[in-house]
């Protein structure tokens, strides 16, 4: 954050117009920083340890190299080694936010327009090279690590598959969590569950380039067919990215800040800071304070990534490169309006403004989707768990089901709290909370595999009962080993030898030495392989 704020300073002070007196622009420039320092959601993305700070960090300085070079008049390698040096940090950024790439073309346009003569046409081709330095370095190590000539990501097909089907809102959702919830509670990671969904519904193994293909097609498919619904799609993306909301696709902002001091600390949000900036762009009172290449340049760092977004969905962590480019037009209509209502002659008209931005940022204000809440306690929760912090994680888990909209994430979360609760010892609530699951979704393998799992303990008169729900969880995952070493007893108890030696087997044949598959194998009167 604070680098951040100290880059913004300076590109501030480098967009000022030649007209401006250096105490005004410092003044505008101190703005800035201030703005950018006192930005909530810029620390919430830092301490989410998400990489989009970094892309912040790159995109901005690099701008920043080429506004300040533009007025260099000689040539030479120094020029040629700023625009290359600028292509470098936006070939980085992409490496993180691949939709960024866009920016080079732009900015290359920009360099060529705005740039003098002599150094336009070098710098422009430094900038390129720059950037496709670093792209070609990331397909290399791709192509080193899997195999596969991969330019930045394979996960631009799903993202835009999510914006482009039928029921997306413009928002983050997985397009199967409603028709398969059961599938959705077994693949949480999003890259894994896209290759895994794509190749079943493929009918083949594809990889994860030729599932990102996959998706893509389908959602072409969905664009094409759909003209109307996409337009819509289109427009109602636009909204939501110039909301107040901070849109998540992974940790809610407003959850956190709501659970978090710190934050509170940082009262500025994208509410206040997007009115002002258009006004800091529009009116002519505050666009005189801006050189205009500086303008043009502050035009492309948001439409780029604003129209490179709006084809995938609208999230905070996309919406994010433009803010900081948004915050050096705020501090630039700031000052304006600052300045009329320093004097008395212009203090009305300033105050008529004022109010003007004021209804802007009530209206950026009016929600446009419903965030659903009970998936931040049940991130929560999980955290909880997993630094073993049981009774906290059973407290976040029973909030998540008093706000939980639906019965596909309801199921999850009653699943995930009986596993607490058993872990505490309380297995009669645990089994109710698996037997819940299984009553708002019948096919829930994970809560039939668990309650299976737990009514083993009950002896050999629960065996049958259990022995049928873990035929159900393998089904679902023919590879879940411990489902595999449970039913193999459970046909040893029985007098199925033939299918505990199967089971047994199977397992060993994952892992070697598994006790209790070697105990099933040696009861069932084979010994296992040493």
């Not at 107040?244 to 956190?256: C, G, K």
């Amino acid at each position: 954050g604070c680098l951040l704020a100290l880059v913004l300073h300076r590109f501030t002070l480098a967009a000022a117009g030649s007209g401006i007196s250096r105490e005004t622009t410092e003044k505008i420039a101190l703005i800035a920083a201030t703005i950018c320092l006192f930005y909530g959601p810029f620390a919430f993305l830092e301490s989410d340890l998400l990489m989009i700070s970094w892309t912040l960090l790159l995109t901005m300085p690099a701008a920043l190299v080429l506004l300040r070079a533009r007025s260099v008049h000689t040539g030479g390698p120094g020029v040629v080694a700023r625009a290359a040096a600028s292509g470098l940090c936006l070939g980085l950024a992409a490496s993180e936010r691949p939709n960024l790439i866009a920016l080079v073309p732009a900015l290359v346009l920009w360099v060529v327009w705005f740039w003098p003569g002599r150094n336009r046409l070098r710098a422009a081709a430094a900038l390129t090279l720059g950037a496709c330095l670093v792209v070609f370095s990331v397909a290399a190590l791709n192509h080193a690590a899997a195999g596969r000539w991969v330019m930045l990501t394979t996960s631009s097909g799903i993202n835009f598959y999510i914006g482009n089907h039928p029921g997306a809102r413009g928002t983050f959702d997985e397009p199967w969590s409603e028709a398969d919830p059961d599938f959705t509670a077994r693949h949480p990671d999003l890259e894994e569950a896209s290759v895994t969904m794509a190749s079943r519904l493929a009918r083949r193994e594809l990889n994860p380039v030729q599932a990102s293909d996959f998706w893509f097609a389908r959602g072409f498919d969905y664009v094409s067919t759909h003209s109307g619904e996409t337009a819509a799609l289109l427009l109602r993306k636009v909204g939501l990215f110039w909301n107040a909301a901070e849109l998540p696709n992974h940790l809610n902002f407003s959850f956190m800040k709501a659970s978090t001091r710190f934050l509170w600390l940082m009262p500025l949000s994208f509410g206040l800071v997007a009115p002002l900036a258009l006004y800091g762009t529009v009116y002519p009172g505050a666009r005189k304070l801006i050189d205009p290449s500086a303008c043009a340049l502050l035009a492309i760092l948001v439409l780029v990534p604003m129209v490179t977004v709006l084809p995938f969905f609208v999230a905070d962590r996309y919406r994010a490169p433009v803010v900081p480019p948004l915050i050096v037009a705020a501090a630039f209509g700031a000052a304006a309006l600052l300045g009329r209502l320093s004097s008395a002659v212009t203090r009305r008209v300033a105050c008529l403004h004022i109010l003007c931005l004021i209804l802007a940022g009530v209206a950026m204000a009016v929600p446009l989707t419903r965030i659903d809440q009970s998936r931040d306690h049940w991130l929560l929760a999980q955290a909880y768990k997993k630094q073993g912090r049981l009774p906290e994680a059973v407290a976040s888990y029973r909030e998540a089901l008093e706000s939980s909209p639906d019965k596909a994430a309801a199921a999850q979360i009653h699943n995930n709290l009986g596993v607490a609760l058993a872990k505490l010892g309380q297995t009669q609530e645990a089994r109710w909370q698996y037997q819940q699951a299984m009553t708002l979704v019948p096919e829930a393998s994970l809560a039939h595999r668990n309650l299976g799992l737990l009514m083993m303990r009950d002896g050999p008169g629960a065996s049958g009962e259990a022995a049928s729900h873990l035929l159900v969880a393998e089904r679902a995952d023919p590879g879940d080993l411990e489902v595999a070493r449970a039913l193999a007893a459970l046909s040893l108890a029985s007098g199925d030898h033939e299918r505990a030696r199967r089971l047994a087997l199977k397992v060993l044949a994952a892992v070697p030495d598994d006790p209790g598959a070697r105990a099933v194998l040696s009861a069932a009167g084979e010994a296992p392989t040493p």
